[in-house]
């Protein structure tokens, strides 16, 4: 069963922090990069303000 649509609310804050089953959220690099320019348009078209971490050493892949 899908999971129930998020309310939301003005100014509110969501965290996102890891992918399904803690896998990472990209392959590589060339698929992170699509992932950042398809957050980026979609928090252009909804007005989003999006804060987020890079990973590096210590910081898992699943993580942004």
Known sequence: MPRKLRVQYPDAIYHV???????????????????????????????WQVQGRGSGPGVSPGYW
């Open 17 to 47: 922090n890891r992918g399904d089953r803690r896998e990472p959220i990209c392959k590589d690099g060339q698929d992170r990069e699509c992932f950042i320019r398809t957050l980026a348009e979609a928090a252009g078209k909804t007005g």
